[in-house]
């Protein structure tokens, strides 16, 4: 699943250790959310989505193909059926 | 956000700590009930029941305090740990198996002791944790 966490971390100057505390994972959680490693839980998502104000799904996107976030792409059209 | 962070950590630290004292508080206790009928008590029955009464009520205990320790550990230590854990009891029941079969077999010319299947989970379960923490790295 991919993230926003890092962009959003630094658009606010915070740091790995202090998003940790502030929702109360450890540092090497963070880091592992953060490189795709590790996929959160609904409860911790909700949590570090409300801590940067926004909606999950401004800071998390569904990577596996026919999801809505691959609807959203740009659509190829396939040539003329046989 | 420091008062937050002391509390989270000083709760780990205490849940860390209280672990290590019934662990090694139980493995005093094995020890003391393995070697203690030959070289403290000469086997006395009673003694020796009430060293290996203790020893299981404090294992009760580790037990209990190991439950609380996990609990407080974030969600991806907690698969971390699940892993291992999960990878040294495949392991214990394997091994185990095999290991007694060869020992019924005759293929092995000692006895095949709960001791050595103890090490091979414990062996098993700390490799797995580090493997697990260095894959999530």
């Known amino acids: 699943m991919k993230n926003r966490i890092k962009v959003l971390r630094a658009e606010r100057n915070m740091t790995q250790e ?53 609807a959203n792409a740009t659509i190829i059209p396939s040539g003329p059926r046989m | 956000m420091e008062t937050k962070s002391n509390e989270w950590e000083a709760t780990t630290r205490k849940n860390v700590r209280h672990l290590a004292y ?43 305090v190991n439950r609380k320790y996990f609990n407080g550990l974030d969600e991806m230590q907690r698969k971390v740990n699940m892993d291992a854990m999960a990878i040294a009891l495949g392991a214990g029941v394997v091994g185990g198996m095999s290991y007694s079969m060869l020992d019924a077999a005759h293929v092995i010319s000692f006895d095949a002791e709960i001791g050595h299947l103890v090490m091979l989970i414990s062996i098993t379960y700390f490799i797995a944790f580090i493997v697990g923490s260095i894959r999530y790295k």
Do not use: C
Request: net charge negative; no cysteine.
């Open chain 2, 22 to 64: 019934w662990t090694g508080g139980w493995a005093l206790t094995i020890a003391l009930s393995a070697f203690g009928p030959k070289f403290l008590w000469d086997y006395n029955f009673s003694i020796s029941i009430l060293a290996i009464l203790v020893s299981t009520i404090i294992g009760v205990g580790m037990i209990l």
């Open chain 1, 18 to 70: 202090e998003l940790a505390i502030e929702v109360q994972v450890s540092r090497q959680t963070i880091n592992a959310i953060e490189k795709q490693k590790f996929d959160p839980s609904l409860p911790l998502a909700f949590r570090i989505s409300r801590l940067f104000q926004l909606t999950i799904e401004d800071v998390f996107h569904d990577d596996q193909p026919g999801t809505s976030d691959s």
